[in-house]
Structures are given as structure tokens and as C-alpha cells.
């Protein structure tokens, strides 16, 4: 049909496993690569304990998380997520996520698609397959 409007629909629970980069489970939701044009939507599982690499990228993300506790260090501003809390990580600015609680995180990244990953001291790494 000429002109009709095509929608996607998915469950954040049943988002397709994509190989994950240790130490988080990423799960893409919507990519590019799953039909998404412009926004990417990525489930995140962290463990207990995980402290993940400081990195940034090259767009504003937005974690909403939805069970479990994490600790989001943006550029020396510490924040404690909790499940419901919500966090926009501006562009360009270095980030480090650390799973303080006592059980697994779980939350929700959205950001435009195509977005970059970068690591201090490293410069511009490839994208991880989750994110494309």
C-alpha cells in the first residue's frame, strides 16, 4: 500500500538478546538495524557489583530505569537511580555506571540512532552490534 504508515511493535521484556559487552547485558528493543530510522531504544541488565567503563557519546541519552539500583557518575555530578527515576545524559559528557544495589539493574536507553561511543584517553570506538 502506497503511503501507509508501517509501526513496530515490541515488548522491552522480550527485546531480542544481541551480543552484550561485558559487564552489561544490552538488549536492543529498536535500531536501525531492527527497522527503527531516527531512535534507538536499548534494555540494559547490569548485576550486582558491575562498575562499567567511563565512556561518552555523540547524542543526549536517556535512561529510565526499571528495577534495581545504579549509581550514573555524568562529568563528577553522582546521581543513585532507583526503579521509575529517569536520567538525560547530554552529549559529549563522560559517564560511568556502577550497580550499587543488592540485585540486578535493569533500565531502559534511548537516544537518536546512530549514536557514537567514545572512551577517555581512547578517542571514537565502534559501536557495539546492540546499538546499530
Known amino acids: 500500500m502506497t503511503g501507509s504508515i508501517i509501526s513496530r511493535s515490541v515488548s522491552i521484556a522480550d527485546s531480542p538478546p544481541a551480543p552484550g559487552e561485558p559487564p552489561t ?7 536501525p538495524r531492527l527497522g527503527s530510522a531516527d531512535i534507538a531504544v536499548i534494555r540494559q541488565v547490569a548485576p550486582v557489583g558491575v562498575d ?4 561518552s557519546h555523540d547524542r543526549d541519552e536517556i535512561m529510565i530505569m526499571l528495577n534495581g539500583t545504579l549509581r550514573v557518575d555524568v562529568d563528577g555530578t553522582v546521581s543513585t537511580l532507583a526503579a521509575g527515576d529517569a536520567l538525560l545524559v547530554p552529549s559529549e559528557m563522560t559517564h560511568q555506571l556502577r550497580n550499587t544495589g543488592s540485585e540486578e539493574a535493569q533500565w531502559v536507553t534511548i537516544s537518536r540512532a546512530g549514536i557514537r561511543f567514545f572512551v577517555p584517553g581512547s578517542g571514537e570506538v565502534p559501536a557495539p552490534d546492540w546499538a546499530q
Open 25 to 31: 547485558l544490552s538488549l536492543a528493543a529498536l535500531t
Open 52 to 55: 562499567g567503563p567511563a565512556h
